[in-house]
């Protein structure tokens, strides 16, 4: 990780310091993904099977799981089927907390205003694999869908399914898995295939191919919805001098090991702690499986030195992180300054990975800086709010004369009239019962 002081860094370097890992933003990589996707729509499920054995290295005769896949998910250990189980529950208790109730008042006499929710009836949840079967991820996804009660629940993955991707998915009522990942699986959820089922709203993180695919059928009216921009992974760390240098280096790590092109932050007024969680990173690192990932990962991060706690959080501010982890003596006051994180994890006994797999909270988050005004994932998400008004004939008339000259000053005249021939229906009924 490159180390730099805050404080001696130009406008121009301090901006620099807090650029994303380049490999997000490759060159020529949206006219890939736009091929991808063309190539979907124009030849469905044989699209899919070829861009699997290109990039998955899947020889797949179908999409969907077979019997003998299903029959191996109920095979899995019974420890990870308890863990998941009380992942599934915390999720559930902390989402259906989240729920809406309906509202409706009365703005004036006769105005009656309502806003009611409802499931957005299809939704495709996309879980990454790969490298690692995120089966946090069918989680984080499937169980708020399920409690918003929406009807279809559209489930893609890269192939080889893991086992226990498939016992999640059917322990939180998904109606279908389907074995695709990348670019291509967006563009399936998205505009349908012969096996996959069109989606009204895409969710789920992913790669920058993913990440760009989303972008591109979002702007298409013929495309789908999608949750939020959710790439790479990505951490800031804010640790003073009571900080455990150890813990710093494992949430660190926690993030590095996710891809080559996630990032992590080390921001503090310690050039100590600095020091001493680079010891710690080198120790760690050495013992993990995913070390060449973590490598490439930590070779686009950086420890930023800063003079105090209050500028750290304005660094972290500015750079916006996916996820914040605080550890300092003045935790909460640390917290009251955050204005940009997608997810926040405070104290020293507070890992990033909770967060991840089974605290409750949701982990897909925005990334690339989009949580200054981008929300982590919820409930609400995977619902859509609609407003009803109803009048009496007292409500319009009311509120008729203010409505006809707001209409009228903004030249709309047929919106006047609307208002106008129904008063003056009104008007006659009261002069014939005259």
Known sequence: MQQVNWAKLSPAEQQQALARNPMVSA??????????????????????????????????????????????AEQIPSALKAAIEQAIANIRSFHAAQRLSPMALETQPGVRCELRVEAIDKVGLYVPG??????????????????????QVVLTTPAPIDPAILYAAKACGVTQVIAAGGAQAVAALAYGTESVAKVDKIF????????????????DAAGAAIDMPAGPSEVLVIADASANPAFVASDLLSQAE?????????????????????????????????????????????????DDLAQAVQVSNAYAPEHLIIQTQLDQSVLAQVRAAGSVFVGPYTPESVGDYASGTNHVLPTYGFSKTVSSLSLADFQRRFTVQSLSAQGLQNLGECVMTLADAEGLDAHKNAVAIRLASLQQTVESQL
């Open 27 to 72: 060159e020529g990589l949206a006219d890939v993904v736009a091929g991808i996707i063309a190539k979907v729509r124009e030849q469905g499920d044989a699209a899919l099977l070829e861009l699997g054995r290109q990039f998955d290295s899947a020889e797949l005769s179908a999409l969907t799981p077979s019997e003998d896949d299903w029959a191996a």
């Open 130 to 151: 790969g490298s690692a079967p995120l089966i946090s991820t069918v989680l984080m996804l499937a169980v708020p869908a399920q409690i918003a009660q929406c009807r």
């Open 204 to 219: 789920g993180p992913g790669n920058r191919f993913v990440t760009e695919a989303k972008r591109q059928v979002s702007q």
């Open 258 to 306: 996710h891809g080559e092109d996630s990032q992590v932050i080390l921001v503090s007024d310690s050039q100590t702690l600095i020091d001493s969680a680079q010891v710690e990173i080198a120790s760690q690192l050495s013992q993990l499986p995913r070390k060449a990932i973590a490598e490439q990962a930590l070779a686009q991060s950086r420890s930023i030195l800063v």
